[in-house]
């Protein structure tokens, strides 16, 4: 039966299509990485020779038509023809022509995590498992934080009435933004703590916003308050400041979100800066490189907080793999207000949050969502980039 399978599973064809949606004035977030006009992804689609349709998502990189054009034209090639439960052979070829002879390209690993991601739905789907179930974890309660593009730059008292619902609702962590000035960024991680009190779990984020002199003057007062990390004070590829920074206080840095493969991962592990690490299953190399991520920083103790894309496949397939691991941390929810593809891309929800704040995975073959083609459709990119 499992060679009737799994020949059956050969390529029949891929495409990416790029998506898009303006957001609305009033719920759009200024952050680190500037003020939020739309939100964009690339869904990678996947069907195999007996039918089966595996979805994935590729992160936008602020230029989703390059992304799905890059899938769409040359990817495609590489891979014509394969078995789609050939995930690590796949993954090798992409590496070997995209990644390893012309340096760590963004978009090709962008591409390559969201076509790797629609393998492994296919791959569940195939056997009749949930994601969680093939990768040997079982269901259990993983912890959330309310994150992705919310709580950003606001009066102090405004971002208190946009977190006090979610608290109501569940959530036992939070995640404030950084970067705007340090006397912003102060007297809203004070106004926060004072308002919810220290049985609540805050986390910062500076999305490279940063410099070392920021770090130096905000870093007291993240201790003061009991801050559990501070995420992206720098660019990825900023190792001095990082190693600087590593000594100017006792709040643990965060990052991964924006480094790529086990490769740049390796680095960061062994440079002995960040304590918390961020991989995304939709930019870092998909689900099987984030699995090898997670092994790696297993064996150095360093606990995994999947960083969360933009659709709700990027968000189901976090908690499978949150779910499946030994190091796993915090789920990142998206609690950005109207967010279309957590909420309408697929025709079920990625996740709910329980009165514990605890989300489980899902619990349908594979991620565990079907898309919606006509919201595909009805989407269609928009050029430009997310954030001015
Ligand atoms: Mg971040």
Redesign the pocket.
């Known amino acids: 039966m499992l060679n009737e399978i799994n020949s059956g599973l050969i390529i029949h064809e891929i495409k990416a299509i790029p998506i898009s949606f303006p957001i609305a004035k009033n719920n759009r977030v200024q952050l680190g990485i500037g003020n939020s006009i739309k939100n964009d992804a690339v869904i990678i689609k996947v069907t195999t020779k007996n039918g089966i349709t595996g979805w994935g998502e590729a992160h936008h990189g602020r230029c989703p038509g390059a992304i799905a054009h890059l899938v769409n034209t040359t990817i495609k090639l590489l891979i014509e023809n394969k078995n789609a439960n050939d995930i690590v052979d796949i993954w090798q070829k992409i590496y070997h022509n995209q990644l390893a002879s012309h340096g760590m390209g963004t978009a090709a690993c962008l591409a390559l995590s969201g076509l790797d991601l629609a393998l492994w739905d296919i791959r569940g789907k195939a056997i009749g498992l949930p994601l969680y179930k093939l990768l040997g974890g079982n269901k259990k309660e993983v912890p959330s934080y309310a994150g992705g593009i919310a709580l950003g730059y606001q009066e102090p008292d405004q971002l208190v009435e946009e977190a006090k619902p979610l608290i109501d609702s569940g959530f036992k962590a939070l995640k404030l933004r950084l970067g705007q000035n340090l006397k912003a960024d102060a007297s809203r991680l004070e106004t926060v703590r004072d308002y919810f009190g220290d049985d609540i779990t805050l986390m910062s984020?500076a999305?490279t916003a940063y410099t070392l002199e920021d770090v130096r003057n905000i870093m007291p007062i993240l201790e003061r308050l009991n801050i559990s990390w501070l995420?992206?004070p720098f660019p990825p590829h900023d190792y001095r400041s990082y190693r600087e920074a590593k000594h100017i206080g006792h709040v643990p840095l965060a990052a991964g979100?924006n480094h790529y493969t086990r490769f740049e991962f390796n680095r960061l592990i062994e440079d002995k800066v960040v304590s918390h690490l961020?991989p995304d299953l939709s930019k870092s190399g998909g689900l099987t490189e984030v699995m090898r991520i997670a092994n790696l920083a297993s064996s150095w103790k360093i606990p995994i907080h999947p960083?969360t894309s933009k659709t709700a496949l990027n968000m189901a397939a976090s908690i499978h793999l949150l779910s499946s691991i030994d190091n796993g941390g915090f789920f990142e929810a998206d609690v950005s207000k109207n967010n279309l593809f957590r909420d309408y891309l697929t025709k079920e929800k990625p996740y709910q949050i329980n009165d514990k704040g605890m989300v489980t995975a899902l619990d349908k073959p594979g991620i565990g969502l079907e898309v919606d083609e006509t919201f595909l459709t009805e989407h269609p990119v928009i050029e430009g980039s997310s954030y001015v």
């Open positions: 984020d999305n995420e992206e979100e961020q960083h």
